[in-house]
């Protein structure tokens, strides 16, 4: 293998350049495919690239310097799915050294972005760790929480797993979100629930593993002939690999080539599933046979053409009874249409103030730039619209909200309405915004399937907003780590390592409740076929819980915008107001009161 030559030989600048778009190639198949053994081919690649120190002449070569620097980012990005945030650490700390020392002897026009580029991962890992067990990124993590699905876990345990969902869709556009590059932290955080959980991610797996496991690519290395042949097959894997795909191996622009997008680039333009490398059938795990991962697709601020595209794409593929997975993370606008054109608030001029409903008013959007969003609270009573001269107040997802008076709306704003033509499929959307009750009204108009909807809150309760402001948005926290988001709700600061463990064990027994008193209601409710997807299931699960959660918050009653929502409703019995949800939650605040008094006692 690779990073197990002996011989202390390194590659030629040639072999270098290969074996690192071997590494990307294999990141990008993990992207389209969701295969997980893709994603550990790219880490044996930069694991070899980065302890044989390939870049070791990039002290005297500015363009060695600049790739060593794309190196770095996607390396790190690689560690943190593969949950080795110590690791992801360790290359920050390397990164930054790297970064310092390009700009001080080259002084490059691409100074600035290098340097956010390195602040986005500081952020970004600082961030992922903040929460449950508050810590330095580089220190151990005691209790690790497994954001993969478990094969063999309480919810699968519930009924049996039938495939429905083949397709997932996350779109990130919320201004401010922490991210690397294109990729946010929600998204990070999504997109691996919606993957079976490996056993071969667990612990040093790269160093263990035969080199059966990672396919015979590997075995001919340090061949430059064998490379090259390995390089030209995987790309020939990928049917329609765009031109910006290979491109982005060696583009300037580290702001948006850090992250290979997935499927599509936010520019627009889609490509199908790649296909499979040929590996042997006894070197694939059984579960990648019974039960593999959706394919996903992820994009950051695109136009709503290349969001509509997609979606196309994706619905035209499934079959009668599979269901598409839309995840939309993005805000209200913060602007008007005068004459199709968008127009800020401030190019409108006041009118005279107007009475709206409570939450519906044409607040701001809240930070920009780097530092992560500011919730927008709703505001009731008078409400200052824009000027009735022309400009037209708009309900929408604004899909990039770094505005530009130049674009249309038509490609830049997507409507809840969008959604109705591609309802001839089964889709579950998940809307977290500050105008996700906005989806409600599509409830009855769609064209076959019912739409099953999951909508966030439109604004955070009182206390929440710090705690947020630099971990992520909490709802697909909820969705995505139960046990995260109880701690932030309950304010748990620093929990200790007995108490996690409780906890998790406490969550697990309240989902499977759920689970269970929902079974009998399931055969006539519209939520039954999402709820034989394993995958689904836990989302489903989850929300319920962390709906019923807020709900019995002193800070949201009489506030209804303040507890995420959904449609079609769920079953009675699992209603915040029943007899379930309460017990559940008791259950849940006892582990927190038991732990509380222990420290209190211990302190005294």
């Known amino acids: 293998m690779l990073n197990h030559e002996k011989d202390g030989r390194r590659f030629s600048p040639e072999q270098e350049k290969i074996a690192s778009k071997i590494g990307q190639l294999y990141y990008n198949f993990y992207l389209r495919n969701a295969e997980t053994r893709y994603l550990l081919e790219s880490y044996t690649f930069y694991q070899a690239i980065h302890s044989r120190h390939y870049f070791q002449d990039a002290s005297n070569n500015l363009l060695l310097a600049c790739k060593e620097l794309h190196f770095f980012a996607r390396y790190i990005v690689v560690c943190l799915l593969l949950n080795k945030r110590e690791d992801a650490y360790s290359l920050l700390q390397e990164f930054q050294a790297q970064v310092t020392s390009y700009l001080m002897k080259y002084k490059p026009q691409d100074a600035a972005e290098w340097q956010a580029v390195v602040t986005e991962v500081d952020v970004f890992l600082h961030a992922d760790v903040a929460i449950p067990l508050p810590r330095s990124p580089g220190q151990p993590m005691l209790f690790k929480p497994n954001l993969r699905c478990q094969i063999d876990g309480p919810i699968a345990s519930l009924a049996p797993h039938i495939q429905r969902i083949k397709e997932v869709i996350f779109v990130a556009a919320q201004d401010g979100q922490v991210k690397i590059a294109e990729l946010p932290l929600d998204s990070y955080r999504m997109m691996q629930t919606l993957e079976w959980h490996d056993a071969r991610l667990d612990g040093k797996v790269a160093q263990n593993l035969s080199a059966s496991d990672h396919g015979s690519v590997l075995s001919h290395s340090n061949d430059i002939t064998s490379l090259r042949s390995s390089l030209n097959g995987l790309a020939g894997v990928v049917t329609k690999l765009s031109a910006s795909s290979l491109s982005s191996l060696s583009m300037p622009n580290p702001a948006l080539r850090v992250n290979a997008v997935a499927v599509s680039h936010s520019n627009g333009g889609t490509s199908p599933r790649g296909g499979r490398l040929d590996f042997k059938a006894g070197d694939l795990p059984a579960i990648a046979a019974t039960h593999p991962n959706p394919a996903k697709h992820l994009i950051y601020r695109p136009n709503t053409t290349a969001l509509l595209n997609i979606i196309v794409t994706s619905v035209v593929a499934m079959a009668y009874d599979d269901i598409l997975l839309l995840h939309l993370s993005a805000d209200g606008p913060d602007v008007s249409i005068l004459d199709g054109t968008l127009m800020s608030d401030t190019q409108c001029p006041p009118r005279t103030p107007l009475e709206v409903r409570d939450g519906a008013g044409a607040g701001g959007s809240g930070g920009g730039g780097a530092e992560p969003r500011q919730p927008r609270q709703p505001q009731a009573g008078l409400q200052v619209l824009p000027d009735t001269q022309g400009c037209e107040e708009i309900r929408a997802l604004h ?56 909508m966030s809150a439109t604004a955070l309760a009182p206390g929440l907003e710090a705690d947020m402001e630099k971990v992520g948005s909490l709802f697909s926290m909820a969705l995505s780590c139960p046990l995260m988001a109880m701690c932030t709700v309950c304010g748990e600061r620093n929990p200790s390592l007995q108490e996690l463990e409780c906890l998790q064990t406490t969550i697990d027994s309240a989902l499977v409740q759920i689970g269970e008193a929902l079974l009998p209601e399931l055969p006539t409710s519209p939520w039954g076929r999402a709820f034989d997807d394993v995958l689904l299931r836990q989302h489903i699960l989850r929300f319920i819980l962390f709906r019923a959660a807020m709900d019995m918050l002193p800070s949201t009653t009489d506030r209804p915008e303040l507890v995420p929502s959904c449609y079609p409703p769920m079953p009675e019995v699992v209603d915040p107001d029943g007899d379930l949800m309460p017990q559940l939650l008791m259950h849940i605040e006892r582990v927190f009161a038991v732990n509380r008094a222990r420290r209190k006692q211990v302190s005294t």
């Not at 309405?417 to 915004?433: A, G, K």
């Open 399 to 454: 899909l990039n909200p770094s505005f530009d008076c130049t674009r249309l709306a038509a490609d830049e704003l997507f409507q809840p309405e969008d959604i109705l033509p591609f309802t001839r499929r089964q889709i579950l959307l998940i809307v977290d915004s500050d105008i996700s009750t906005e989806f409600k009204g599509l409830q009855g108009r769609e064209v076959g399937r019912p739409l099953l909807c999951l």
